[in-house]
């Protein structure tokens, strides 16, 4: 019974590399948690400041502390879309560091928390998070329609939008849920649509080079929910 659920939380699991080093509890790191909080509380929408934090948070190991303070903060300000997506991050972030059965709990929480986020702003970001993260469940477990349905959402909004550098990413994971959901045709025409737009891009060049086995073979590794999935949103904010 415990092999089962341990397999089923390794399939389940969004990311499954070395966590952070564990030094919360030296005071500087401390310290340094405590500034970056009151940083992210002044200015609770912002992704930027909660970005910072987390990065500290991840570095420090201090998974539970920034539980505890992005319920606080959602609690605060439960208005607030981009503290409940913050929140959810939070819980991706932990992942690595937690239990077989863990691991589970802490992905279907991190999906409510992205869940909430769209509920109150279908922003690009929270969509496309929240699309992207149901690729790494197994097939079995139905989720990959669901990725496409906020997928196609999110390049609908990117095609509305500026074109931003960060905007790649849902043509890519659009495409995988289409090739998730057998719909080979669509999967190539996302990609292609995207290295129209993003003619440099290697990842899309790499889905448009392969067909059949290979291609599901790239998918699966580029899929593989043993591997970190990064939660860094710097990109954002970087110049284009």
Known sequence: MRAAARILAVALAFLATAAGAGAEDTPEAAAQLSRLESAVAAEPDSLQRANDYRRAVIQAGAYDRALDFFEKLTADHPQ???????YGYAYVDKVPAAGAISQVILANASILRFSKSIELQRSWLALYTRGNAY???PKIFGRAPLAVADLEEAVAISRKETLRPYHVRAFIALGDAYAKTDQPDK??????EGLRLFPND???????SLQGEALDTFLSEQRDPTQRVDTD???LWAPS
């Open 135 to 137: 690729l790494y469940w």
């Open 80 to 86: 607030s879309a981009n503290a409940w997506l913050s």
């Open 202 to 208: 290697p990842q899309l060049a790499a889905r448009l």
């Open 187 to 192: 999967a190539r025409a996302a990609w292609q």
């Open 233 to 235: 949103l710097s990109l």
